[in-house]
């Protein structure tokens, strides 16, 4: 099995090298075989057509098999990008770049060897990819026989996939953030940039000390006030109720929850919000009686 994954990681690097080699090769062994036997025609031309095919697949998913072979079949290694080199290649009008890598298996053995930002060598498949920097340590998963075959693993504890998962939720945190400061009443976006900021903070996504109390003074001044989160959650609740009215927990939940807002008059604006509040409790206290 480690041979079939070697030779489809190979061919799905040097799949664009293989198809002007396969587009000469195609009509060359076809007109050349017009002499053969016509058993032997018909394999060659099985032979032909099926490299076409493998070579064309291979462009357009050769990367995503590739790497999923590696992963499944091969070892646990740690790797490190020592240093990057400039290549002759342009891929939709970007500059190729490849990077070396020192690689350490699981028997303690260091196996120079390298990539290209253009082979997709990653783990879960992905249709762009952040690489790591020089210096940046990853983990990666290599076929034991053919340790040069690897594909780096970007959903980790790396210290190169904690920091590419840090800098996406950092950005997902700054999108929070201008989203709320845009209209600070706006429940919903304090809610989310609270929730992110907790996230941040739980994965370890700060430099030092001093970031950290950034975090937790945004949290200070992003209190949620008490009465709008009650009311945020009656409002989740009066949605599960509609959807199934029969449903017992439902209507006890939302029975208690209406209870709670008519207790506090912070919490409702008017006479006419009130209303509705002892409309809603005597709708759900008659579907009691109807069930009885």
């Not at 032909?48 to 493998?54: D, E």
């Not at 002759?88 to 190729?96: A, E, M």
């Not at 945190?173 to 739980?202: C, G, N, P």
């Not at 109720?241 to 449903?247: H, I, P, T, W």
């Amino acid at each position: 099995m480690q041979l079939v994954a070697h030779l489809v990681y190979w061919y799905s690097t040097h799949a664009l090298y293989c198809m002007p080699v396969a587009a000469v090769l195609i009509p060359a062994v076809l007109l050349g075989t017009r002499s053969l036997p016509a058993g032997v025609q018909q394999a060659l031309t099985g032979m032909v057509i099926g490299l076409a095919v493998l070579t064309f697949f291979t462009i357009f998913a050769g990367s995503w098999l590739a790497g999923w072979l590696v992963y499944r079949v091969g070892e646990t290694g740690q790797g490190e990008v020592v240093s990057t080199y400039a290549t002759s290649v342009q891929y939709n009008n970007h500059d190729v770049r490849g990077h070396h890598v020192l690689l350490r298996t699981q028997t303690g053995q260091t196996v120079a060897t390298s990539f290209e930002d253009d082979n997709f060598n990653v783990y879960p498949p992905a249709n762009s990819v952040n690489y790591p920097d020089v210096g940046e340590k990853f983990t990666a998963r290599y076929l034991p026989a053919y340790p040069q075959d690897f594909v780096i693993i970007t959903n980790d504890n790396s210290p190169y996939a904690h920091g590419k998962q840090c800098a996406a939720l950092l950005d997902s945190l700054q999108e929070a953030r201008r989203t709320h400061e845009f209209d600070l009443t706006i429940a919903a976006s304090k809610q989310a940039y609270r929730a992110l900021i907790h996230r941040v903070i739980a994965r370890g996504c700060y430099t030092d000390s001093t970031d950290l109390r950034e975090y937790d003074g945004d949290l200070a001044k992003v209190q949620l006030e008490p009465c709008q989160a009650l009311l945020d959650s009656l409002d989740i609740v009066r949605t599960r109720y509609n959807a199934d009215v029969a449903d017992e927990t439902n209507k006890r939940v939302y029975l208690a929850l209406i209870r709670r807002v008519v207790a506090r008059p912070p919490c409702y604006t008017d006479s006419a919000d009130l209303r509705k509040y002892y409309s809603d409790m005597k709708r759900v206290q008659a579907s009691y009686q109807q069930l009885r």
